[in-house]
Nanobody, 120 residues
Framework: VQLQASGGGLVQPGGSLSLSCAAS????????MGWYRQAPGKGRELVAM???????NYADSVKGRFAISRDNAENTVSLQMNSLKPEDTAMYYC???????????????WGQGTLVTVSS
């Protein structure tokens, strides 16, 4: 199983960016799928998470600015980030809880990370 994230970059404060993540491999099912981030010198924190049935959860710091969307048929998750602030600068990681063929248990999988820099 692999998670491939894309879409990071440099944006000015107040700008927008969209991140995408695609899961591939011998996937039987995906439960949660979403995004974490880690700023320099800080721990990894949840940004937004979606369950298979469409329930979503956001960090308080991004509510009203970020929107997560998921395509269960394509095994993809996206994060639309609006009104970006310098404090949103971080490495963003895609995360998914996946049941793969041949694995007896659900696994917690991470993408490689994509850097978002918000700066003027």
């Amino acid at each position: 199983v692999q998670l491939q994230a894309s879409g990071g970059g440099l944006v000015q404060p107040g700008g927008s960016l969209s991140l995408s993540c695609a899961a591939s491999g011998r996937i039987i099912a995906i439960n949660t799928m979403g995004w974490y981030r880690q700023a320099p010198g800080k721990g990894r924190e949840l940004v937004a998470m979606s369950t298979h049935d469409g329930s979503v959860n956001y960090a308080d710091s991004v509510k009203g600015r970020f929107a997560i969307s998921r395509d269960n048929a394509e095994n993809t998750v996206s994060l639309q980030m609006n009104s970006l602030k310098p404090e949103d600068t971080a490495m963003y990681y895609c995360n998914a809880n996946i049941k793969a063929s041949g694995d007896p248990f659900w696994g917690n999988h991470w993408g490689q990370g994509t850097l978002v820099t918000v700066s003027s």
